[in-house]
């Protein structure tokens, strides 16, 4: 073939093409069905309990849209395109994101951790130290005050144990009022004013401008390890205690069955709403799930299990959709399970 000028230039506009479609990121986000994944390589307890059948913790893929992108998901069902902005809140980076969102994971794996270990009456520690700022928003009136890594140990004089001590704390006083938080950066204890601010998309309630989680030290006897890698966010709670107390207990909770559900799990054991439960059903369904656990949320309107229940029929899905609105409702299905 004969190599012309013209056949350059519609080369490189072809490349240049391409490239745009397949790799320019426009600033949408797209949530589409993640993953099923087993949890047995992901927790461990020390000499656990082997089951016939398995946990899943289910996930939902999220990425940048590039053009091409953007159309398929256009094309698919329970693909989700979102503002960027929708996804990411305003002033803090995607980094500072991702590593709020692996704090969260890792504060949800502490929670399961507790509820089943008290629930299966083993030995259990728990000591207060605060709570650490994940992150901070940028032009809210904590930055350059605080930092992500800190850790409040005071407000006003008056101890912080838990990140509640803080907000409740915060939520009687009025904006422009002026707080004296008492943290730990690196070795050195310091102390900060803070005026605080209205939140306009928060209903107007007041602020300082950063996200917590608190530090707790869970000392455990048989021991546990996690090795979760990238995964973030809190909606593995439950799956996480359920998995947690079958390796603690002698009796196979999965009847040899394949399990799953969602729900972020508090340390009394209460199961949360979460976001994208029916992108997850398609993700259960996709792994051959036969059971899945969704948030029942005291029954409410549009609850987490009714879009579920509505997504599964919808797909036309044999997978049991069960309501909890705590862990032990799920343990309770799973022990009368034949």
């Known amino acids: 073939m004969q190599v012309t000028k013209r056949n350059i230039i519609f080369f490189i506009i072809v490349v240049v ?16 069905p993640g993953g099923a994944d087993p949890l047995n390589p992901i927790v461990a307890v020390s000499n656990g309990f082997e089951s016939e059948g398995d946990m899943h913790l289910v996930t939902v893929s999220g990425l940048q849209a590039t053009p091409i992108q953007y159309v398929l998901a256009k094309m698919f069902s329970y693909q989700d395109i979102l503002p960027l902005d929708q996804v990411f809140p305003e002033g803090i980076s995607q980094d500072d994101y991702m590593h709020a969102q692996l704090q969260v994971m890792e504060s949800s794996q502490e ?16 000591d207060y130290n605060g709570v650490y700022v994940v992150s901070v928003v940028e032009d809210m009136p904590a930055e350059g005050k605080l930092e992500a890594g800190d850790r409040i140990i005071g407000i006003d004089g ?11 704390y915060v939520e009687t006083k009025q904006a422009q009022e002026v707080i004296n938080i008492e943290f730990i950066r690196g070795e050195e204890t310091l102390h900060t ?25 869970v000392t455990v006897n048989p021991e546990i390890d996690f090795s979760s890698g990238n995964i973030g966010g809190p909606s593995a709670g439950l799956m996480f205690s359920l998995e947690i107390y079958d390796q603690l207990t002698e009796e196979d909770l999965t ?84």
């Open 17 to 32: 093409l391409v490239y745009f479609l397949g790799a320019y990121q426009l600033p949408y986000y797209i949530q589409k």
């Open 193 to 217: 004013d803070i005026a605080l601010e209205e939140f306009s998309d928060m209903d107007n309630k007041v602020g300082i401008g950063i996200s917590l989680v608190t530090d707790r030290n």
């Open 111 to 126: 929670a399961a951790t507790v509820v089943a270990y008290e629930a299966a009456g083993e030995n259990i520690v728990i």
């Open 255 to 338: 009847k040899g069955k394949e399990i799953a559900g969602t729900g972020e799990v508090d340390y009394d054991g209460n199961v949360l709403r979460i976001g994208g439960i029916d992108k997850k059903i398609v993700a259960a369904d996709q792994e051959g799930i036969d059971i899945f656990f969704a948030p029942n949320e005291n029954g409410k309107e549009n609850s987490n299990y009714q879009v579920a229940l509505k997504t599964a029929d919808d797909i036309g899905t044999d997978m049991v959709i069960v309501p909890v609105d705590t862990f032990s409702d799920a343990l309770n299905y799973l022990e009368q399970l034949k």
């Open 158 to 168: 008056n101890k912080v144990e838990e990140a509640p001590d803080l907000i409740e």
